[in-house]
Each structure stands twice: as C-alpha cells, then as structure tokens.
C-alpha cells in the first residue's frame, strides 16, 4: 500500500497569526522529505496537518492510498509517528509496550515484537519499566514503534532528540532497511536527522 499527499493553498492559523499559508505541494509515495525552519515556526503544526489529526484553516488536503481517497477521519490508519509531545506508557516494560502498541497497528511482516526490541538495542532491557530507562532508551523505544509500525506514511519529527552517536546511526540503519519504499516526513533542523531526504522544504517560504 502506498500513501501520495495533495496540499493545495493550504494554511493553518492560531487565533489570529498564520502559522504558515498559500502551501500547495505534493508529498510522492516511495520519497523522503524534510520540512525546516527556525524553532517556534511552525514545522510540528504543518507535520500534525499532515497526519490528519489538525484541521487547517484554508485550502485544501488530500491523502491517497493507491488513488483511492483517504477520508482524513481514516488517514490515522495508514501513519506512524514519532515526536517529542507523544509519550510512551512507562508503567509498561518495553515489551508491554510494543505488544499493546501492535494490538492496533501491526508491525511490518515477519518483525516480531522480541526482534524489535533487540535491533533498537534494547535486548538487556526487555522486561524493565520504560520508567526506568534513560531519555536515549526512551527514544528508540519511539522510535521502533514508529519504523517497525505497518504504515504507508511516516512522520519523524526531531527523531534523533536525546540519542547519542550510536543511536544516530542506528536511526539512519533503520530509515535505510525499512522505509525506502514509503512516504517519510522528517521535521529537523538537524541534517543529522534529514541527511537522506531527497526534498527539502523550508517552512519559512510559506510566511
């Protein structure tokens, strides 16, 4: 399944001041994109209009999966996302968590929960409270939700937040092997995080 996204003049505003405006592009299933711009300027919000969970306040957007139209009600189901104010349930183990998390989104074929925890790097910590975990740990736990997830569209907003070195390349590790086939947004204002993204998008232009 493969998502394509349509964003004709579309804007979105808080109370009075527009976040962004007049934004017509089309994000291409199978490509890798990169949304920047300075901190505070709105990349999240444009990231949230994407995945259907924001309405905008003008133009219009619409999703596609194989040409048949999403109804932005559904398009939840067909994303995966990963982002700083998405928290993860630290009651639960790190396996808890991804067992409960696939009880309503699967994880691509033949990737079990067991081998996602092991190639995030978390094998030693499979069975301690997420609690516990260092804000590192806490990020890749998000970070397997997301990529391992079953979804045509993934929304990676400052994936690499609180990962050192290793973890940052694990991320790019990750990116290669499974999502080259799918329609990946990166908010960054780090190239660290958006290196691979063909399409670069700078939210500043759309003021």
């Avoid at 009075?16 to 990169?34: L, M, T, V």
């Avoid at 190239?191 to 700078?202: M, Q, V």
Wanted: glycine content about 6%.
């Amino acid at each position: 399944m493969a998502m394509t996204i349509s964003l004709s003049d579309a804007g979105k505003r808080f109370n009075r001041e527009w976040i962004f405006r007049h934004f017509s592009y089309q994000f291409i299933k199978g490509q890798s994109y990169a949304i920047t711009g300075a901190n505070g300027s709105g990349k999240s919000t444009l990231l949230q209009v994407l995945s259907g969970s924001m309405h905008f306040n003008e133009g219009t957007c619409e999703w596609k999966m194989n040409d048949a139209v999403v109804a932005p009600e559904k398009v939840f189901q067909h994303i995966s996302i990963c982002a700083p104010y998405l928290e993860v349930v630290e009651e639960m183990s790190v396996t808890e968590f991804l067992d409960f998390h696939q009880s309503f989104k699967k994880f691509l074929p033949g990737i079990t929960t067991k081998q996602a925890i092991e190639m995030v790097g978390l094998k030693g910590a499979a069975d301690k409270q997420i609690r516990y975990y260092s804000s590192g740990m806490k990020q890749r736990v998000k970070l397997a939700q997301c990529i391992f997830s079953d979804a045509s569209l993934v929304l990676l907003d400052e994936p690499c937040t609180n990962l050192d070195l290793t973890g940052i390349d694990l991320y790019n590790d990750l990116i290669e092997k499974y999502c080259k086939e799918r329609l990946v947004i990166v908010c960054s204002n780090d190239k660290t995080e958006y290196g691979f993204c063909r399409e670069i998008i700078s939210i500043m232009d759309y003021k």
